[in-house]
């Protein structure tokens, strides 16, 4: 059974960093796509970022610049750098897994992030 595991997440100020991880288990075959995704309060859950298994890696425009998506397949962990956080980052982030790109996508349970103004 796939299972996705975020940690990483917590309280911080505006301007400050923070790394999410994701770690997957429960997977013979590597992940074509990993993406994370967040929902802040009251509003519809979105695409942060996105990578495949070939490191071609996208972001939405509101992170461009600010968020840097990573992966280890080695170790089955994926990440996301986060730097100048802003009170508009504030929201669960999940960490998506895609075996293809039409595939099921499974979910991690998602991570709190926080930031304070």
């Known amino acids: 059974q796939v299972q996705l595991v975020e940690s990483g997440g917590g309280l911080v100020q505006a301007g400050g960093s923070l790394r999410l991880s994701c770690a997957v288990s429960?997977?013979?075959?590597?992940?074509?796509?990993m993406a994370w995704y967040r929902q802040a309060p009251g509003k519809q859950r979105e695409v942060v970022a996105a990578?495949?298994?070939?490191?071609?890696?996208t972001y939405a425009d509101s992170v461009k610049g600010q968020c840097t998506i990573s992966r280890d397949n080695a170790k089955n962990t994926l990440y996301l750098q986060m730097n100048s956080l802003r009170p508009e980052d504030t929201a669960v982030y999940y960490c998506?897994?895609?075996?293809?790109?039409?595939?099921?996508?499974?979910w991690g349970q998602g991570t709190q992030v926080t930031v304070s103004s």
């Open positions: 990578i495949t298994s070939g490191s071609s890696a």
């Open positions: 998506t897994a895609q075996k293809s790109l039409f595939g099921s996508m499974y």
């Open positions: 429960g997977s013979r075959s590597s992940f074509y796509r």
